[in-house]
């Protein structure tokens, strides 16, 4: 009985082990995609600041390129992301939106995540000409909201609405 219980002990300080090799290896594969994305961002910014001193002329067939192309057309739209194999469990949505007015000086527009009571997700600038970046990171609440919503507020933010709605989600 003695040696039944030293294998079961053994397999499972195996599989402990294994479990630790594994988590290891996602956290680096996690710290090296953080790098790649921090990378992508730097070049985004980059190429965006490329843009607007050309004045916002045409280059050929780069992403970003294709992205701004997007951007211009005259309606709002937003694209739902599913998990791949790497991240079954993780989803989200890309919003861009266009022809929002600019932004006012001393105003910023701001992005709310609406359950009980908006949340605020971040706030962006708009300027003529221009496309507005907002990168938004986990907010508590924020899977669970059914309605978005997009209002002008004095610059910095509010931590609740108090400026015009300019965009809604339909619920």
Same mark, same amino acid.
């Given at each position: 009985?003695?040696?039944?219980?030293?294998?079961?002990?053994?397999?499972?300080?195996?599989?402990?082990?294994?479990?630790?090799?594994?988590?290891?290896?996602?956290?680096?594969?996690?710290?090296?995609?953080?790098?790649?994305?921090?990378?992508?961002?730097?070049?985004?910014?980059?190429?965006?600041?490329? %843009?607007?001193?050309?004045?916002?002329?045409? &280059?050929?067939?780069?992403?970003?390129? =294709?992205? !701004?192309? $997007? /951007?211009?057309?005259?309606?709002?739209?937003?694209?739902?992301?599913?998990?791949?194999?790497?991240?079954?469990?993780?989803?989200?949505?890309?919003?861009?939106?266009?022809?929002?007015?600019?932004?006012?000086?001393?105003?910023?527009?701001?992005?709310?995540?609406? %359950?009980?009571?908006?949340?605020?997700?971040? &706030?962006?600038?708009?300027?003529?000409? =221009?496309? !507005?970046? $907002? /990168?938004?990171?986990?907010?508590?609440?924020?899977?669970?909201?059914?309605?978005?919503?997009?209002?002008?507020?004095?610059?910095?933010?509010?931590?609740?609405?108090?400026?015009?709605?300019?965009?809604?989600?339909?619920?």
């Amino acid at each position: 009985m003695l040696a039944d219980v030293q294998r079961v002990v053994a397999n499972q300080a195996k599989a402990l082990d294994e479990l630790r090799n594994e988590l290891q290896q996602r956290t680096n594969e996690a710290a090296e995609a953080k790098e790649q994305l921090t990378q992508r961002e730097a070049e985004l910014e980059e190429i965006r600041v490329q %843009l607007s001193q050309r004045g916002g002329a045409r &280059t050929v067939g780069t992403p970003q390129d =294709e992205l !701004a192309t $997007l /951007l211009r057309i005259p309606n709002v739209k937003a694209v739902s992301l599913t998990g791949s194999e790497l991240a079954k469990r993780a989803a989200g949505f890309l919003l861009y939106t266009v022809n929002l007015p600019d932004s006012p000086a001393g105003t910023t527009y701001q992005l709310w995540a609406i %359950l009980d009571k908006p949340i605020s997700i971040g &706030t962006f600038q708009m300027d003529t000409g =221009e496309t !507005a970046h $907002l /990168l938004v990171k986990k907010v508590l609440g924020f899977t669970d909201a059914k309605t978005f919503a997009v209002s002008l507020e004095p610059s910095g933010g509010r931590p609740q609405p108090t400026g015009p709605m300019y965009l809604l989600s339909q619920s």
